[in-house]
Structures are given as C-alpha cells and as structure tokens.
C-alpha cells in the first residue's frame, strides 16, 4: 500500500531554516509527480509546491516562491522541501502528496502523508 511518511519539522526561529523529508514506499515513486501541502489551524489547506516526475519541473506558490525549494531523489524515494528565511506565517502541517500523474496539474492528490508540524517563533 502507498505510504508517505514526513520527517523533519520542528520549533524553528523567524530566520532560520528547515529540511523536510518524505519517504515513499508501494509505489513507483520515479513515476508520479509530488506536492508539499500545509495547513494552519483555522486556514484553509494550501499548495506549497510541486515537483514533476523527473524533477524537471517545479511550481511554487507566491507566499513561498523565493524561500522554499522543493526535490527529490528518485534512487531513494524521497521528496524534499527546503525551507529558507521562515517567518512565523509559514507555521503549520507539512503534508507530502502523491500525485496522479507524472506531470504537473490541477488534479487532486490521491495520497496524502500524515504530516509533519513545523513552529516558526521566538
């Protein structure tokens, strides 16, 4: 069965920087585009970024463009977000997702990670 499973988030300073991580396994992960969502308490969920396939195409959202990098590493099965210059907005759940397909779209995701909490305060 497909699992995504988030690593990485955490209490950070306004300024600093994190890494998250999201393992794949029970499907072909080399095959699928990948997204990074999140959601704040009371917010609406929001796409942070997404990666084609071969990670040959990227899209971000504006609040995030700049500052966060989505990757992958298709040899080992793990998606990337790196997250840079954080500010006490970005503060929610990080969820990994699978994608339906190999390229970017409008489709909704068909598999989502039980995600990871990052703080950004002081």
């Known amino acids: 069965q497909v699992q995504l499973v988030e690593s990485g988030g955490g209490l950070v300073q306004p300024g600093g920087s994190l890494r998250l991580s999201c393992a794949a396994s029970?499907?072909?992960?080399?095959?699928?585009?990948m997204s990074w969502y999140r959601q704040a308490p009371g917010m609406e969920r929001e796409l942070v970024a997404s990666i084609s396939s071969r990670g040959d195409n990227t899209r971000y959202s504006s609040s995030v463009k700049g500052r966060f990098a989505i990757s992958r590493d298709n040899a080992e099965n793990t998606l990337y977000l790196q997250m840079n210059s954080l500010e006490p907005g970005d503060t929610a759940m990080y969820y990994c997702v699978k994608n339906p397909l190999s390229v970017l779209t409008s489709l909704a995701p068909d598999y989502w990670g039980q995600g990871t909490q990052v703080t950004v305060s002081s």
């Open positions: 029970g499907f072909t992960f080399r095959s699928y585009a």
